[in-house]
């Protein structure tokens, strides 16, 4: 028995048992005590429930610290989410970028963050930001494409890993953007060719004071950010071409093509609020209609390139006339032209509709076909609508088209001012 029970306790552990601890205490052979074998199975069951509870405690760690990791894991995904999910909504790139160096040192280092954009086979950069406080590497540096160490990146894709600037400036020592990373105290660099419309477009670059900071799972979620960037860059790009469609549009909404001058649309609503300010402020407004005389006569004989032309010319000058404030000239329609003068009486009106003729003269611009000179001339009707009292826009009108009527009818190349607008004048 006592034999049986050391080999046990070695077993477990217990290497140096105390003599006769268990012996019999009779010493005969075989004699065990009952308390020796008590002793023996508490000791076998301390040191089981020692094992085990050692056992329990190191699986309660390891389960703890497996639990913090994947808590880590969980928030570093939510954070990567919010950050994909926040420039996918972005509005520009630039808001996206400011936004992303903010933002992106919860997810990786990134002590600097720039934008290079590709034009015409030039790259040029146009945005970054940095946590040094001796920043080199700035806006407007440029350089060809064909000439630069992205030119591979840009045709092939892919994300650039240098994980040492330092080693990489002694490599290649002509490099001015690594020279000027490194004296900015950049240690490491990654960077991410953009794409949109099919063709590269641009560089984003994260660098760090840290060498080496930077990981194959940093360039798998930077792959991530930069097609997002590329969206973004291909939305923006969108934008701005329905911006200036837009604005063409609305130009050509309101605009002649041919002179650039208003169009009657615009006219007719420009002149309607001058209208009702005179109205407001007791100053009148003076509306000058302008006809060029036979200009049916002159496309024919000189052809509509020709009329183009001239047309174009009057329309300068009448451009020019309405050059205070207010003022402005519209193309009626065909060969007809307005000019209106904010706060003028009618006598300024007169004067300004006889430089205005006086002008079309001096451009002499040869018409074989009138009956009235050997060049372009033109009749001018103006009405005047007196301040503070309401007039109407078609009532003025009518008032100036009937006088330019009389204008053409006592021989043209004159003036004509409405009756009720005080008398008329003829030239």
């Known amino acids: ?38 002793v023996l199975g508490l000791l076998i069951a301390g040191i089981a429930g020692s094992i085990v509870l050692s056992r329990l405690r190191r699986a309660a760690v390891i389960r703890a610290q497996m639990e913090a990791a994947l808590e880590r894991d969980r928030e570093e995904r939510d954070r990567i989410a919010a950050l994909l999910t926040h420039i996918n909504e972005g509005r520009s790139l630039e808001d996206v970028l400011e936004y992303l160096f903010e933002a992106i040192q919860d997810v990786f280092p990134a002590d600097r963050v720039a934008y290079a954009a590709i034009e015409d086979d030039i790259v040029r950069s146009v945005w970054a930001r940095s946590r040094s406080d001796r920043m080199r590497l700035g806006i407007g540096m440029e350089a060809p494409l064909a000439d630069h160490s992205l030119e591979k990146l840009a045709r092939e894709g892919g994300i650039r890993i240098i994980a040492d600037l330092e080693a990489h400036l002694v490599e290649m020592p002509d490099s001015a953007p690594t020279r000027l990373l490194v004296e900015e105290g950049m240690r490491s660099s990654l960077s991410v060719p953009l794409r949109a419309f099919g063709k590269p477009v641009g560089f984003l670059f994260l660098d760090s004071f840290e ?63 001058e209208l009702r300010r005179s109205q407001r402020s007791g100053e009148p407004v003076a509306l ?29 000058i009448l451009h020019e006339a309405a050059g205070r404030a207010g003022d402005f000239a519209a193309r009626w329609g065909g060969e007809e032209f307005v000019v209106v003068l904010v706060g003028t009486p009618a006598g300024e009106a007169v004067e300004m ?6 002008r079309i003269e001096s451009e002499a611009i040869p018409h074989g076909a009138s009956p009235v000179a050997p060049h372009v001339t033109a009749s001018i009707g103006v009405a005047v609508a007196e301040g503070g009292v309401a007039t109407e826009l078609a009532v003025l009108l009518r008032a100036a088209d009937e006088a330019v009527y009389r204008a053409k009818r006592g021989g043209r190349n004159r003036i004509e001012l409405a009756r009720g607008a005080g008398g008329s004048s003829g030239r």
């Open 353 to 358: 509709a006889q430089r205005i003729l006086t």
């Open 211 to 273: 060498k080496g900071a930077y990981t194959a799972d940093h360039a798998r979620l930077m792959e991530l950010i930069g097609g997002q960037l590329s969206l973004i860059l291909e939305k923006s790009r969108l934008m701005m071409e329905l911006e200036q469609a837009n604005r063409i549009l609305a130009r050509e909404a309101v605009t002649d093509p041919l002179t650039g001058l208003a169009n009657r649309r615009a006219f007719q609503r420009l002149l309607d609020v």
């Open 1 to 38: 028995m006592a034999d049986g029970a050391r080999l046990t306790l070695r077993a477990a552990g217990l290497w140096a048992v105390p003599p006769g601890w268990l012996d019999g205490a009779g010493g005969g052979a075989g004699g065990g005590s009952p308390w020796a074998v008590v």
């Open 288 to 316: 000058l209609l302008l006809d060029v005389d036979h200009f049916k006569a002159f496309n024919d004989r000189h052809g509509h390139v020709e009329g183009d032309a001239c047309l174009v010319r009057i329309a300068r």
